[in-house]
């Protein structure tokens, strides 16, 4: 029984969870789970990555206490943020969170040296504020003294593989998402023009290959004994991607959680007028595919719903909150979720009401009418991306698969299949765990290749299907549309 060791950190929670392979069945458990909250400090929002690797270190101890152990272990985590580390081989400061204000306009600063569209030509990577371009380019002019200092910096994953290795690289997957390679190699042209250092930028290493071995001092500190870590597709996209359950070559997903990530598997990159027009990314894949994408802002509205309404004191849930939506008015109205409204930390429910207003809606009155608003406004923004992907791609797809801790929720994967007109097949819902799982024991030879892995995660769980339903859904989907030009 080949046992592999996943760590998957997402923006809200992170969790270490075993897959035992069988040779023809992977049986996942969970051995920790932990919350992965920001810290606010002196204005700044770090991310308390410290924390984070004590909290690996844990699940190291439990795996090996609990479950006789491991043969290798794997990371993955969101992407774009990263850390500086000094010539010593020590961390410089904490890595700052995508959502902090540093990258307010920086965008547009930016596109002063550099066009926008000459860099989405270079990296075929959709534009977000917090792109770890702009993330760049930002702490190299303002904080120059911290670069100087600088030997390397690193993706989060590969921060975290170090801590525990020592040696120091970047996945490819989670460079992908950095607006900063052109290919599989870093675009120093590009950096160049922008002023940043060529130095710093680490060494490139492919999904499957060897980082290195787990360090003495861990393994006398944890009482353990050293096994391999290795690169898996370390954006936890990448992963998720890898375990999207389809026998077919051409397929559409949404990794659903936090984010939502729609897109399809390609094996060339789509870069055009239209696709920089509908903002789509072309990040890296695992066996050299191209996960072509729109990033949606996802369950982070819903959970900062719940948020806010446990810090005024009401006790609800993810499920409660979604038998109130179900119970709620439909199509009373509709939000974009990604309004730039709705990207920061804040009274989530009030920012729903504010924005129906703005647009001449009749705003949510109750907390079902709320979540059903985002719900309603999620699944139409699926239907258009999806509409996007097909005019892009120049195909039909059929069907849409949902993967992550979304496809636990039936509300809104019914709402997609019904708003979308396919049916919607849920699960896996640990999706990222299994990718990194079975990126794992194709690095160790236990499995043969991606389309060998597809087939065991569908013998190993199976997806719920949800047909679509009869309703007026076109016309109300027109009105969707005019409500997020206002």
Request: proline share 4%; net charge negative; glycine share 8%.
């Amino acid at each position: 029984m080949r046992k592999a060791l996943a760590f998957d950190l997402g923006a809200s929670s992170g969790r270490a969870i075993l897959g035992s392979f069988d040779g023809e069945h992977i049986v996942l458990t969970e051995i920790h789970r932990f919350p992965n909250d920001p810290v606010n400090v002196s204005g700044t929002l770090y991310w308390d990555i410290l924390r984070l690797f004590f909290e690996i270190k844990e699940g190291i101890k439990k795996a090996h206490r609990d479950h006789d152990s491991f043969d290798s272990i794997g990371i993955d985590t969101w992407g774009v943020d990263f850390a500086l580390i000094d010539g010593g081989g020590k961390l410089l400061e904490n890595p700052v969170h995508y959502r902090d204000s540093r990258t307010d306009n920086i965008m547009e600063e930016v596109f002063e040296i550099v066009k926008k569209e000459e860099i989405y030509s270079r990296c075929g990577i959709q534009f977000l504020p917090f792109n770890t371009i702009f993330q760049l380019y930002y702490v190299n002019k303002y904080r120059d003294k911290l670069v100087s200092l600088t030997e390397k910096f690193l993706f989060i994953p590969d921060l975290l593989s170090y801590f525990l290795t020592g040696e120091k690289s970047a996945e490819y997957t989670i460079a992908s998402t950095s607006s900063l390679l052109k290919g599989n190699e870093w675009d120093f042209e590009l950096a160049k023009k922008l002023g940043l250092p060529k130095e710093i930028f680490p060494e490139i290493v492919m999904p499957g290959e060897l980082l290195g071995y787990i360090k003495d001092d861990i393994c006398d500190e944890l009482n353990i004994k050293s096994v391999p870590v290795y690169a898996v597709a370390s954006h936890d996209t990448a992963s998720a991607v890898m375990s999207v359950p389809s026998m077919d070559d051409d397929f559409v997903y949404i990794s659903s959680g936090t984010w939502s990530l729609f897109g399809t598997e390609l094996d060339s990159p789509i870069v055009n007028e239209k696709s920089l027009e509908y903002n789509f990314t072309n990040e890296g894949g695992f066996g050299g595919k191209v996960r072509f994408l729109k990033n949606i802002m996802g369950l982070w509205i819903v959970q900062e719903i719940r948020r806010q309404y446990h810090n005024e004191g009401v006790n609800v849930t993810f499920g409660s909150l979604e038998r109130e939506a179900m119970e709620a008015k439909p199509h009373k109205c509709y939000i974009d979720v990604d309004d730039e409204t709705f990207a920061k930390p804040g009274n989530m429910p009030q920012k729903v009401v504010e924005y129906c207003k703005k647009t001449g809606q009749e705003a949510p009155g109750t907390r079902g009418e709320v979540i059903r608003c985002v719900y309603e406004s999620l699944a139409f923004k699926y239907r258009k991306t999806f509409e996007e992907i097909m005019d892009l791609t120049n195909k039909k797809y059929d069907k849409i698969h949902i993967v992550g801790g979304g496809a636990r929720d039936g509300l809104l994967c019914q709402m997609t299949a019904d708003f979308c007109g396919v049916p919607v097949y849920a699960g896996p819902v640990e999706a990222t765990a299994l990718g990194n799982i079975t990126c794992q024991l194709i690095a160790s030879g236990d499995i043969k290749d991606i389309k060998e892995a597809r087939r065991i995660i569908l013998n190993s769980s199976r997806p719920y299907a949800f047909m679509p339903k009869q309703g007026n859904f076109d016309k109300e989907y027109e009105r969707y549309l005019e409500v997020i030009k206002k």
